[in-house]
């Protein structure tokens, strides 16, 4: 699909520009003709009013441009009264005579003679009329050598623009490519993540159906069953989460909130939880720091990163601290000892489904570092994660209500 969606933007920009470069030499073939064609009739129509008087050939009155021309004048009954012109031999007066013929033959006063190369202009005198003929040949080879230069230009201008769109097709359809490769990866990770609960589930199903177990293998099968629903449903329920942010419809943060005292509240339940896992909670939350926000989804936010501290945590410290940023933001961190994560994997992290401990697929959904990042851009701020010294970090940053910063400086 990606390949077809390039092939078609490089289409569809080369025919743009074939009709762009098609019209603007057109343009100007059709403006460079008209204008040779208007000068050569004022050049005819001026030795028209002075056909014997115009000066020397090739030499310009005032500027105006002399072309190759020469003058016939004929009586009323055809008579040759006389010629001028110095670029062409003039003693046929028959081959005159036909010429003369021949601009009779057309209905206008001004005209071409293709045969012969040769436009004219023919005007009525006292005694007869005077047909004034220009050569064609030098508009003609200008025509011809601003046409070869445009054909040149055209298919210069032609493949340059070729490779660009393509180099441009790769730039455009980049950000589509990721996407849909993001879309096939959450595909296949969903699919990956409901197979487990579902085979589960289906064992459990068929156990329950047997006539052969006991009721004690019954009330655990339930038990199998009903929990493992449960984690399916808070697994769907966060798709669906996320997928109300993707689309833009989650809901828009607009209270004052405490951010120091939704932080102290949340971390309340983790204490007993962290304490079996031989971890030490240690919290210093500043009170007073107001942030444009849902109370809700902030705690939401804390428990993630305390939940993740647990999960992927080893037995030590876990410290929670939330302290001012600079005058106009707030931060948070939740850090906790732990293996040391690399580099490349701290951005990961926050990739839906992405496990940095592989050992440890079964932890969780692989959900919350990624419903963490929205909650933080929802509020307009943003996490990110850091690994140094033992310790693994993760931090928020959210900017600051106006009222929050006055409470920060009392």
Same mark, same amino acid.
């Given at each position: 699909m990606i390949r077809r969606l390039r092939v078609r933007f490089v289409l569809v920009n080369m025919a743009f520009v074939t009709v762009m470069l098609a019209a603007i030499f057109a343009t100007v073939l059709i403006i460079t003709r008209?204008?040779?064609?208007?000068?050569?009739?004022?050049?005819?129509?001026?030795?028209?009013?002075?056909?014997?008087?115009?000066?020397?050939?090739?030499?310009?009155?005032?500027?105006d441009v002399r072309l190759p021309y020469f003058v016939v004048q004929v009586g009323r009954d055809g008579?040759?009264?006389?010629?001028?012109?110095?670029?062409?031999?003039?003693?046929?007066?028959?081959?005159?005579?036909?010429?003369?013929?021949?601009?009779?033959?057309?209905?206008?006063?001004?005209?071409?003679?293709?045969?012969?190369?040769?436009?004219?202009?023919?005007?009525?005198? =006292?005694?007869?009329?005077?047909?004034?003929?220009?050569?064609?040949?030098?508009?003609?080879?200008?025509?011809?050598?601003l046409m070869t230069t445009c054909a040149a230009i055209a298919a210069g201008s032609f493949l340059a623009f070729l490779l660009l769109s393509v180099f441009l097709s790769r730039w455009a359809v980049r950000p589509?490519?990721?996407?849909?490769?993001?879309?096939?990866?959450?595909?296949?990770?969903?699919?990956?993540?409901l197979k487990t609960p579902l085979t589960v589930i289906l064992s459990n199903a068929e156990l329950l159906s047997s006539d052969q177990i006991g009721e004690e293998t019954r009330a655990r099968s339930r038990e199998n069953i009903l929990a493992v629903a449960r984690q399916m449903r808070e697994l769907v329920e966060r798709l669906l989460e996320l997928a109300r942010s993707d689309a833009g419809k989650g809901e828009k943060p607009s209270a004052l909130v405490d951010w120091g005292a939704v932080v102290e509240d949340a971390?309340?339940?983790?204490?007993?939880?962290?304490?079996?896992?031989?971890?030490?909670?240690?919290?210093?939350?500043?009170?007073?720091?107001?942030?444009?926000?849902?109370?809700?989804?902030?705690?939401?936010?804390t428990?993630?990163?305390?939940?993740?501290?647990?999960?992927?945590?080893?037995?030590?410290?876990?410290?929670?601290?939330?302290?001012?940023?600079?005058?106009?933001?707030?931060?948070?961190?939740?850090?906790? =000892?732990?293996?040391?994560?690399?580099?490349?994997?701290?951005?990961?992290?926050?990739?839906?489904?992405?496990?940095?401990?592989?050992?440890r697929s079964g932890a969780g959904s692989g959900l919350g570092l990624s419903i963490a990042e929205t909650i933080a851009r929802e509020h307009g701020g943003k996490i990110w994660a850091e690994s140094?010294?033992?310790?693994?970090?993760?931090?928020?940053?959210?900017?600051?209500?106006?009222?929050?910063?006055?409470?920060?400086?009392?």
């Open positions: 008209g204008n040779l064609e208007r000068e050569s009739l004022h050049m005819m129509q001026t030795i028209a009013v002075n056909p014997f008087q115009a000066g020397p050939p090739g030499q310009a009155a005032s500027g008579e040759l009264l006389g010629t001028g012109g110095g670029y062409y031999d003039l003693s046929d007066g028959e081959l005159l005579r036909e010429l003369v013929r021949e601009t009779d033959r057309e209905e206008s006063p001004v005209g071409v003679l293709p045969e012969r190369g040769l436009r004219y202009l023919r005007s009525e005198t =006292p005694v007869g009329w005077c047909v004034v003929f220009a050569d064609l040949s030098s508009e003609t080879r200008t025509l011809e050598g589509i490519a990721r996407a849909w490769n993001q879309q096939r990866r959450f595909v296949a990770d969903v699919s990956h993540e971390v309340l339940p983790f204490e007993p939880l962290l304490y079996e896992r031989g971890m030490t909670l240690e919290t210093a939350a500043q009170t007073g720091l107001l942030v444009q926000g849902d109370a809700r989804r902030l705690a939401e936010l428990d993630i990163l305390l939940d993740n501290a647990g999960k992927y945590g080893v037995p030590g410290v876990v410290e929670v601290k939330l302290r001012p940023s600079g005058r106009r933001h707030a931060a948070l961190c939740v850090s906790n =000892p732990g293996p040391p994560i690399a580099g490349d994997e701290l951005v990961r992290l926050f990739d839906r489904f992405y496990r940095a401990d592989k050992a140094a010294e033992g310790r693994n970090r993760f931090l928020v940053r959210l900017p600051l209500a106006g009222r929050g910063k006055s409470g920060q400086s009392s």
